[in-house]
């Protein structure tokens, strides 16, 4: 899976303009990404710990930077969308033309119960008291009841929306750029019980907005794709090829932590060679099927907002972590969401095709919602690249906003009768291919397209065709 959509270098960029951060920094951030996105965060998880500083990269790049490009305060306060907006139910009507996988969830959703099929005495005589009012879907702690309310699921994502109620106004946050919606992120964990082994580690960007000054409500997307996979095989072949390196380079995990000009030589020396080898392992990756029904468990530990117009400084990141710039409900949110899946309307189209140079298609999913793109590299060719995909009218399709990878799209509005899949070099595409003068189609004549540079530059191309 490749992983991280084409925002992080804005992020980059942001961090730079707004912070004094050291550039070796930012440098050092980059070779994260390259190498957790050829390997790493597949497995979600790195082979070797002592990589303290790329769990930082990771986040960023699995959660964060996505969201990190800041535009505008975006504070909705509508009371009569609040009013119109019941507790349970009625969200995804709502919510679902405004996120990143926008469709039509609300005629497809299951409703959740809020008190579980049981209204005890205790809550029907005081609904407001917090441990009265925790049901099945309703938990409340520091102040913030959270209410899972619809649930939606295919065999690629399961779909819920959650509304947060806070006892104080919640404070004023940034929002992402291109689609104004507010920066909120979750820690969480959890998992199915069809896969009691899978990592635990969930992306928690949810995509909504704010009701009013108390209420916000969103769609969180859990990756089931992703979660519905064996990795025990890959992991274990996975660190011995990652061992190998390191004995072929005569270093060790230390000197990859050394914050040095030698340190970073050696490291970008070991991402190159990781780059060259990983792709072929994903080979191990072994799928699990997914039962019709299942239970999902989600436990909640904190509920972030990036704050609106938050002064940077050097030491943020030293002090704060990934929670710079982030105001923050803590507490512990459990639930347990029953799940049916429903993949009437998925469309597998299975390839297994590979150019000259080992890299290609192994399959392609359709949703009504989105498009899974799945490479396949064989082995000896070089996995650092990035994904795009341009629709029938040669526009590029969007990346789905909850997904820390890039080889998600969004395709509701779009014509995808005709899909052109470009895999290309990620350097290439980050210093010299990306970026609006060269994708606004629109302005651009015949003969100047963006996708005759994607054909003149890519590592693979193929062209798709749907119904």
């Known amino acids: 899976m490749m992983t991280f959509n084409n925002n992080e270098k804005d992020f980059q960029e942001k961090l730079q303009k707004d912070t004094e951060i050291p550039v ?49 305060v975006f504070y909705m306060t509508d009371p009569v969308m609040a009013k119109n907006i019941p507790v349970v139910g009625g969200l995804f009507e709502t919510l679902q033309n405004n996120v990143s996988f926008f469709g039509d969830f609300a005629d497809h959703a299951t409703t959740l119960e809020a008190v579980d099929g049981v209204e005890t005495e205790e809550n029907s005589q005081d609904s407001t008291a917090a441990n009265a009012a925790d049901t099945a879907y309703t938990k409340t702690a520091d102040g913030l009841t959270i209410t899972c309310s619809e649930v939606f699921a295919n065999s690629q994502a399961v779909y819920m929306t959650m509304q947060f109620k806070s006892d104080t106004p919640f404070p004023q946050t940034e929002t992402r750029a291109e689609s104004g919606t507010p920066i909120i992120d979750l820690d969480m964990t959890g998992g199915v019980d069809f896969n009691p082994d899978a990592d635990p580690s969930i992306d928690g960007q949810v995509e909504g907005q704010f009701l009013d000054d108390n209420t916000y409500a969103c769609i969180f997307r859990y990756d089931l794709a992703q979660v519905a996979k064996d990795y025990t095989e890959y992991n274990e072949k996975y660190d011995e090829m990652t ?34 080898r990983g792709g ?12 019709d029904t299942f239970n999902l468990h989600l436990d909640i530990s904190a509920v972030k907002g990036m704050e609106a117009d938050y002064q940077w400084s050097e030491d943020d990141f030293a002090k704060y972590g990934t929670d710079a710039g982030y105001y923050k409900y803590e507490g512990d949110w459990s639930f347990d969401i029953p799940v049916t899946v429903d993949d009437s309307q998925t469309e597998v189209m299975e390839l297994n095709d590979i150019n000259d140079a080992g890299i290609g298609l192994r399959s392609v999913i359709r949703t009504p919602y989105e498009l899974t793109i799945n490479e396949l590299y064989e082995e000896g060719s070089n996995s650092d690249c990035f994904m795009v995909a341009l629709d029938a009218n040669g526009n590029k399709l969007p990346y789905n906003d909850s997904v820390g990878n890039c080889n998600i799209f969004a395709i509701q509005d779009r014509d995808i009768s005709t899909v052109d899949i470009y895999i290309l070099d990620y350097i ?40």
């Open 243 to 276: 061992q190998q390196v390191l004995d072929e380079m005569g270093i060790t995990d230390a000197d990859l932590s050394d914050e040095t000009d030698e340190g970073y030589a050696l490291l970008e020396e070991y991402v190159d060679k990781i780059s060259e």
């Open 428 to 467: 290439q595409y980050m210093d010299e291919l990306k970026g609006e003068d060269n994708y606004n189609n629109e302005t651009k004549p015949e003969g100047q397209k963006w996708s005759d540079l994607l054909d003149q530059y890519a590592k693979y191309h193929k062209t798709l065709h749907f119904k």
């Open 280 to 291: 072929e392992y994903r080979n191990y990756i072994k799928n699990i099927e997914i039962p």
């Open 24 to 72: 070796i920094v930012h440098e050092r951030i980059s070779q994260a990404y390259r190498l957790i996105e050829n390997n790493t965060a597949v497995q979600k998880k790195a082979p070797k710990d002592p990589y303290h500083w790329m769990k930082i990269g990771g986040r960023i790049a699995g959660g964060a930077a996505a969201v990190l490009i800041i535009a505008f």
